[in-house]
């Protein structure tokens, strides 16, 4: 029977309607009783927030980081020294990678929200910040083969239950459609928390800890590589991965991460 002579058709259309009204209304119901019960809160100041994680008046306390900057290293310049040139540090201590971007300045409110992703379970927060880091990262993500996530030793992957670096890479994936290859890089071994070691203790404690997997290389061989992190502090440990990826002859390794520090007596040249 053709559907348009049925008799039935306008009150089945009626009721479908009608239906879809208190579906709507109830699911409204639902999302409001949801957010009083639980309103979102800013991570970093704890004040109620609509949307994303951190509240209008911290994020305008985020120091994102814009040009003039070292075109090595991605540190922030205080005036601009002209085209092409580098920090004293890109310099006198050139790191295996190409290049470094960072969105914002390793501050306080940067350190809450890389810890509530590390400590907290707080993954809701790496669409946002992975969004920052695309837009940071753009001039490396548009040459790029590969996203590869800094990876965590499975014993702390398993007590942790995900990698912070895996989750960002992700939203930077969606982002600027570059494929994620997280398995590609291992940590073969479990190294000291990088946190109170000096610069030589924090790359030799990360030496020789990262590897590409022999039947893992040819995902690895001739790609142009962005390596992802939440914090840059050294440099050391993305050192040592960029190592691992260029042993395995990636045709570039760059690095992207949402904070990095920046000592302020070293930021100008
Ligand atoms: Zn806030």
Same mark, same amino acid.
């Given at each position: 029977m053709d559907a348009e002579a049925s008799p039935s058709r306008p009150l089945a259309t009626h009721l479908r309607g009608a239906l879809q009204a208190c579906r709507g209304a109830w699911s409204h119901a639902a999302k409001l009783a949801l957010d009083i019960a639980l309103p979102t809160l800013c991570v970093a100041c704890r004040e109620p927030v609509d949307g994303e994680g951190v509240c209008a008046i911290c994020w305008a306390k985020l120091s994102f980081i814009a040009p003039p900057f070292c075109p090595?290293?991605?540190?922030?310049?205080?005036?601009?020294?002209?085209?092409? *040139?580098?920090?004293?540090?890109?310099?006198?201590?050139? $790191? @295996?990678?190409? =290049?470094?971007? !960072?969105?914002?300045?390793?501050?306080?409110?940067?350190?809450?929200?890389?810890?509530? *992703?590390?400590?907290?379970?707080?993954?809701?927060?790496? $669409? @946002?910040?992975? =969004?920052?880091? !695309?837009?940071?990262?753009?001039?490396?993500?548009?040459?790029?083969?590969?996203?590869?996530?800094?990876?965590?030793h499975w014993r702390r992957g398993w007590s942790r239950r995900y990698n912070q670096s895996g989750a960002l890479a992700r939203a930077i994936e969606r982002q600027s459609g570059v494929k994620v290859a997280s398995e590609a890089l291992w940590r073969v071994r479990p190294t000291q928390q990088q946190i109170g070691l000096s610069r030589s203790q924090r790359a030799s404690n990360v030496q020789g800890a990262f590897k590409v997997a022999a039947d893992r290389q040819h995902r690895i061989q001739g790609r142009r590589v962005v390596l992802v992190d939440d914090v840059l502090t050294s440099g050391a440990t993305v050192d040592a991965c960029a190592r691992a990826l260029l042993r395995a002859k990636a045709a570039s390794v760059d690095v992207l991460v949402f904070a990095r520090v920046v000592d302020a007596h070293k930021a100008t040249i």
């Open positions: 090595r290293l991605g540190i922030p310049f205080i005036y601009d020294p002209g085209p092409g *040139l580098l920090s004293m540090e890109a310099i006198s201590d050139p $790191p @295996a990678y190409a =290049r470094a971007r !960072a969105a914002v300045r390793y501050d306080d409110v940067a350190r809450t929200l890389v810890h509530a *992703l590390k400590y907290q379970d707080r993954t809701d927060l790496a $669409p @946002a910040m992975g =969004r920052w880091m !695309a837009r940071a990262g753009r001039e490396l993500l548009d040459e790029a083969d590969l996203l590869i996530p800094v990876p965590l």
